[in-house]
């Protein structure tokens, strides 16, 4: 069945990192994929999207490209602030999300 | 506009009794999908409806199921509740959910179950 891989943290920066969280997935068909973003004490929140390959999601600085031959969609930011702190979910949408176990993001003044 | 209303948003049941929760999607969006998330699984999809019929399911045990209604409201059944029920249950609305041309999926606060 369809599934999704990434890394589990905490991820702990500096304010101003570069930040990097790797999405693999395992599907069938050509799924549209998703980061989405939990907050401390919210919902989840739906933070970019990509619909087929090579499709460059973005939004609030945050970039993933859909590489279809690699079969991932790394969630990528220039700078990360302290406020970028929560958990993030990669998700790929065929008969439903499946989602990733989720990185818990830290970043540090 | 109004976003997703989960009710309640917090249940504490005892291990055998049955619970009902309620899903109210934003205005305009006939789908309706269910997620069960935990610490150790993580996020899982239960089931999705749209227009009053289940068009999708994951992978769960018979004591878990849902409806919808005429407009659109949503309610999850677990029946003969087990201690490892006990989670946080997330709904999410989209306007034509999978299948259709926007995928893009609204999640509500969630109804935090505890069973003892």
């Known amino acids: 069945g369809d599934s999704v891989t990434q890394m589990e943290g905490p991820v702990t920066l500096s304010e101003e990192a570069f930040l990097t969280i790797n999405c693999t997935y395992t599907?069938?068909?050509?799924?549209?994929l998703f980061w989405y973003v939990q907050y401390p004490g919210e919902g989840l929140q739906l933070l970019l999207k990509?619909?087929?390959?090579?499709d460059k999601g973005s939004n609030k600085g945050f970039e993933a490209t859909y590489r279809k031959e690699t079969t991932s969609f790394h969630l990528e930011k220039g700078s990360v602030q302290v406020s970028d702190s929560a958990v993030y979910f990669c998700?790929?949408?065929?008969?439903?999300?499946?989602f990733g176990k989720g990185t818990h993001l830290i970043i540090q003044p | 506009k109004a976003g997703v209303t989960q009710t309640p948003r917090y249940l504490i049941k005892t291990r055998g009794q049955q619970v009902t929760l309620s899903c109210s999607p934003i205005s305009g969006h006939r789908s309706v999908s269910w997620y069960q998330q935990t610490p150790g699984q993580g996020l899982q999809f239960l089931f999705e409806y749209f227009s009053e019929t289940q068009r999708n399911k994951g992978n769960f045990p018979g004591r878990f199921s849902g409806r919808q209604f005429s407009n659109s409201r949503s309610e999850m059944n677990v029946s003969t509740l087990e201690l490892g029920d006990s989670a946080l249950y997330l709904c999410?609305?989209?306007?034509?959910?999978?299948?259709?041309?926007?995928?893009?999926?609204?999640f509500g606060q969630g109804t935090r179950l505890t069973v003892v």
């Open positions: 998700a790929l949408g065929a008969d439903g999300l499946t």
């Open positions: 999410a609305s989209s306007l034509s959910g999978w299948g259709g041309v926007n995928t893009e999926a609204f």
């Open positions: 599907a069938t068909g050509y799924p549209s």
């Open positions: 990509a619909t087929k390959a090579d």
